[in-house]
């Protein structure tokens, strides 16, 4: 028989707050960020191809998505999380037993990686794992994202480094995916080989979970008051900045500016985003994440503000040449930095407290199950914006302000044959911006207590145990 019951006894073993120290878990961690910044590398594909496309076709916010869409996959992670954490070969390792083949062939990384550094690192050192994450991924990120802009774009090589103008970057796409995968095959052939893991039945005196067992943990957990409010929040929270998450970049771009511009802008904060988590983490692993998380609400919103406002008035600032002006230039990075320190901190901040309320006996699932309702409340909030900013945006005529063109193709078609362009005269974007800072402040003021009580909360109150009569 099969007793879920909430856990106590594991969890009251490590009550007692300590004080993080990297000493005897500084190889672990080196292994958590090179295997963070693999899982970045294809986040940051993701994040180019809008860019490349948008640059390229000017295609709407419709088509953009509609693209959005490609991501939505990653959120179904959690109907298989349970796998990693009850199949596996005890003499390889629990983790490793997926890393290695699932690595290979570019899979579910993702729930092993974030359960592996649950019992990878020591006790004390669980708040280096959101460190890892963050510094991992933001590294992953500029080798999928803005290395790959500027290196396949023809116009900057030709301008900074060519003495003669040819077509084409220095490498192709097709060049760029082949690498990679030859570095994921050596990685993850080193890691079978040298990174040994630890015994978790003998390291956390857990139980042996089968796959049945695991599903029913998983529905346990889901059913859990602290969770289901947490849910909440992690599905709600992002419609406060979806419009400018989701379109900043793309805005800019109708503006004038090129995407090499926009690399080059994001280059300058790759410093900052790979460092940042190892002075933030020294932060949280003091303070309570969630007190963190939610005070950074409001300067997230601010700047959010900001960003719309300088994507107002970028066409005024352009020069003869199309050109950015350089004292524009400067205050664009300052406030768009602002802005990304702020999405900085919200994330490590979520992932410390995913951590320190994560089971270890069930970290991949444990830490699937709060990444993937993440990972949803962004998804969902991006397509969703991208689409309304094209139903929100009014275009008409230029040739007869009476006739509407961003209904149909059609229309379009019928403006173009008379002669005329169509022209926006409401922009979807600002009105969005305007409703979704409306909303998150409104969602500030209602969620205050419940996010205080949640950081209360005993860790047992998130955990569950299935217990065999």
Known sequence: MIEITHIESLIEKHDTPVTANSKGDKRNIFVLLVLYTLQGVPL??????????????????????????????????????????????????????????????????DIIVDGWALTMLKRRNISYASMCNGAGQAFGIFLGYILPILLLSESFWNKWWRTTSIPGGVITLQGYFYFWGIIYIVITTLVAIFKHEKDYLSELDAVDLSIAKTYMLLFSIMKLPSIKMFAIILLTIKMSFCSVDAAFKLKLIDSGITKDEIAAIDLLFIPLNISLPFFITTFTSKEKPLKNYFNTIPYRLLFGVVLATIVYFTPYFLDRTGSLLITYKVFLVLMYSLQQLTVSIMTLTAMTFYASISDPKIGGTNMTLLT????????????????????????????????????????????????????????????ETIICTIYGIIWFFIFRKIINNLQSKHVKEWHVEIKIK
């Open 372 to 431: 993937t309702i993440s990972n949803l409340g962004n998804v969902w909030s991006k397509t969703g914006a991208l689409w309304l900013i094209e139903f929100l945006t009014l275009k008409r005529c230029s040739n007869d302000p009476r006739k509407l063109c961003s209904t149909s193709n059609n229309q379009k078609e019928i403006c173009s044959l008379s002669g005329g362009t169509c022209e926006v005269y409401i922009d979807g974007f600002y009105i």
């Open 44 to 109: 940051g594909l993701s994040l180019a191809i809008p860019i490349i496309i948008q640059n390229m076709h000017r295609s709407s916010f419709k088509e953009q998505a509609k693209f959005s869409l490609a991501v939505w996959p990653f959120s179904l992670k959690l109907l298989w999380a349970p796998l990693v954490d009850s199949l596996f070969i005890r003499k390889l390792g629990r983790r490793k037993s997926w890393l290695i083949p699932v690595q290979y062939f570019l899979a579910t990384q």
